[in-house]
């Protein structure tokens, strides 16, 4: 289950990744598609979240920026 952390309200445009940078702010980069590139980033908007190890960030449907424990499946090692 996932929970609020900011809202930030951001209105998506299609073609855009939207991700939380490592200044805990909101950006977005053009995506990639066909022989095109995809373009530099810029700051949507600055939330300035910092991080705990454990969680994975995002942004949710509803534009605002939202954390969820990430689940550490697999086999475990054997030696």
């Known amino acids: 289950m996932a929970q609020k952390i900011a809202k930030a309200g951001i209105k998506r ?6 991700y939380l940078d490592k200044q805990g702010d909101v ?3 053009k995506m990639a598609r066909g022989g095109s590139k995809g373009g530099r980033p810029e700051k949507v908007k ?3 979240i910092k ?6 960030y995002f942004i949710d449907k509803q534009g605002d920026v939202s954390r ?4 550490r ?4 090692k054997r030696r």
Do not use: C, I, P, W
């Open 13 to 18: 445009q299609k073609g855009y990744l939207y």
């Open 46 to 48: 600055k939330v300035g």
């Open 51 to 56: 991080r705990e190890e454990g969680f994975l």
């Open 73 to 76: 499946g697999g086999r475990k």
């Open 68 to 71: 969820a424990k990430m689940v």
């Open 27 to 29: 950006s977005r980069a």
